[in-house]
């Protein structure tokens, strides 16, 4: 069956620091994976996919997820980390059935 | 581009109480999706529908859940009898021809 495990509860980065938020996942087929981001009180927010072509993928507000085929990784990345982008991330996978599914989030901690 | 509606955002009622709630979907999404997000931890399917059709309900707890999408546009979800467990964020989301999910701003349901 399909799954999305991140590892991390909590990632804690100094502003200005790169950032990686880890994502491995599970699925029979060719992935299509996301990367979606929450804040207080609202709904999610979609920051990138990946379906197919270059590993490394850009999104909105700076992000980047690079996808590893071997590893079966898609992990979420920013090279410099904004006080703005503290919030809870969570990947996504798409199975064949259209089934998407979420992992249990990380929330990011930016620290000023 | 208008966005996922969904409606109340906030509902308090007791255990034991019945709850509906609505969503419209983007116009032209034929997949919707009705999530459940308990505090802390990442939304789970509870239904999934094509068009009209169910495509997959297999965690949704059908003693006390439903749902419905009639004429393949607008859906609803309703608990009856509500459980102190069902506190959680509602949230629905749709699709178009496997792309990413778009998502509402969700239903914060509290069950006292």
């Known amino acids: 069956a399909q799954s999305v495990a991140q590892p991390e509860d909590q990632v804690n980065v100094a502003e200005g620091n790169p950032l990686t938020v880890k994502c491995t996942y599970s699925?029979?087929?060719?992935?299509?994976l996301f990367w979606y981001v929450q804040y207080p009180n609202r709904g999610l927010q979609f920051l990138l996919k990946y379906i197919t072509g270059d590993n490394l993928v850009k999104g909105s507000y700076g992000f980047e997820a690079e996808f590893n085929k071997s590893q079966t990784s898609f992990h979420l990345k920013k090279p410099s980390a904004l006080v703005s982008d503290s919030a809870l991330y969570f990947c996504a996978v798409r199975d064949v059935d259209d089934k998407i599914i979420f992992g249990k989030g990380t929330r990011l901690h930016i620290l000023p | 581009e208008a966005g996922v509606a969904q409606s109340p955002r906030y509902k308090i009622i007791e255990k034991r109480q019945s709850v509906a709630f609505w969503c419209n979907p983007i116009s032209g999404h034929a997949t919707l999706y009705w999530y459940q997000q308990i505090l802390g931890q990442g939304p789970k399917l509870l239904i999934q529908?094509?068009?009209?059709?169910?495509?997959?309900d297999s965690q949704l707890p059908k003693d006390r859940f439903s749902a419905e999408r009639l004429k393949g546009v607008d859906s609803t979800l309703k608990i009856q009898p509500a459980k102190l467990e069902d506190s959680a964020v509602y949230l629905c989301a749709s699709s178009f021809d496997r792309g990413r999910a778009f998502f509402g701003q969700g239903t914060r349901l509290t069950v006292v």
């Open positions: 699925v029979s087929g060719n992935p299509y």
């Open positions: 529908f094509q068009n009209n059709g169910v495509v997959d």
